[in-house]
Nanobody, 119 residues
């Protein structure tokens, strides 16, 4: 059974930092594209950052230069370092793992962790 468990969310003032963690079990993160998504109230879920199995990274324009995604294969954990946080970063943040196996998409989500940035 695949589980993705996020942690590290909380309340922070604008300009502050948080580091989110996503610990995986049942899959090897190194074989998957790992991503962080977020969803603010009344808005669609959006990609924040992702790292492929090959180590390539991709960021939403709104977080470039402020957020960094990283992966520790030994710990089977992916991180999202968030610096210079803004009130508009307030959202529920979700960890995602996906890969294509024999033409079938294997897609997994965590339960989410809340980030609130106060002005």
């Amino acid at each position: 059974q695949v589980q993705l468990v996020e942690s590290g969310g909380g309340l922070v003032q604008a300009g502050g930092s948080l580091k989110l963690s996503c610990a995986a079990s049942g899959i090897f993160l190194s074989a998957n594209t790992m991503g962080w998504y977020r969803q603010a109230p009344g808005k669609q879920r959006e990609l924040v950052a992702e790292v492929t199995s090959g180590g390539s990274t991709n960021y939403a324009d709104s977080v470039k230069g402020r957020f960094t995604i990283s992966r520790d294969n030994a710990k089977n954990t992916v991180y999202l370092q968030m610096n210079s946080l803004k009130p508009e970063d307030t959202a529920a943040y979700y960890c995602n793992a996906h890969r294509v196996v024999l033409s079938t998409l294997r897609n997994y989500w965590g339960q989410g962790t809340q980030v609130i940035v106060s002005s």
